[in-house]
């Protein structure tokens, strides 16, 4: 009993102290990235109004849209929703990354397989219900 | 239980209504018919399935959006008759007997609840939810003659007749709980479905629904 109490306890000064670790130990700090304005806003001047794009901002958040244009300070981008908005100023300062969004389907075949999902789900239901009913 | 639903859904109110944006959200409300299959939990003290299960619900709903993620519902709804085949021992004369009757039961009900719905403006939006459910209940028990055989005159008799109780009916109001979500097909119509739980003395009802409706 004894021997495992002092087991645990070597155990647990030596994964706290910092002796079982290799070499000189570095404070690390968590460096917030660097973006060049002028190098984005150069890029972002280059991409052509009406691209589909994914901007992703230096807080993290990101959203689809399209570009309309661009101005010294901001991008201007209508986001990609159901129903349509203004479009919305982001600032070049707030923008981390924009990347062209190739779209991998056309809108009328993603409102099709909507379509077919929905009717599919409710026929599925309806024969489970029919099932329930007849048994 | 019931009360504290109905605090937490004024309170989601009030607090949507407080913190609602200055443009209003994408939709103000909407309307939706469903079908369902309706399970009423009928405990009786003999058989080993408790539950009612062949019963269709249809119903209608309308929502009010006092954000882009609360929404108010409100839905009324009914199912076809459910009927449950039941069995009670009985001893007559000296002689085990068995009293087998049918409970027919139908449900047509009220639902008020508070809902959250996921993202905005997108063209899948799950959603939570909870509320009050108030039922009006519909029993009827058809209860099968009773026959025994008698030893002496070693024929078989009736010793009960058949007989009905009800219909009878009573409201019910009883807490829910729910998830669904909505998928649209365009931008303002959707298909729906959702389950929804209601609570009385344990789970006292489970209701599935699926349907379509449209926002305004």
Redesign the interface.
Known sequence: MFKRLMAGLLCVALATTGCASSGVRTTQVAQAPVFDQRVMKDYVEKLPAGSRVRVEQIDGKSFRGTLMSTTATAVVIQKNTRVPEAPMEVPIARVARITLDTPTGSTGRSIGIGIAAGIGATLGFLAILAAAISD | MLSAVCAVWLAGSAVAAAQEAPSGP??RSDVQFV?G?QNLHKPASNNSDDWV????FGGLGAGWYWTDHLKTQVDFGGGTSGHQYRYEPRFANGTDLTQFSRLEVRETSLAIGQQYQFF????FHPNVGGGVEIARETTTEAYDPVFGFDPVTRTSRQIAPARVEGPEHRFIARPFVQTGFK?????RAF?T?DMRLMVRHGIDEVL?R?G?GIDF
């Open positions: 994408i939709s079908i299959w299960n062949a019963i269709l905005r403006n997108q063209w998928g649209y097909l365009t931008q298909f479905t599935f699926a379509f």
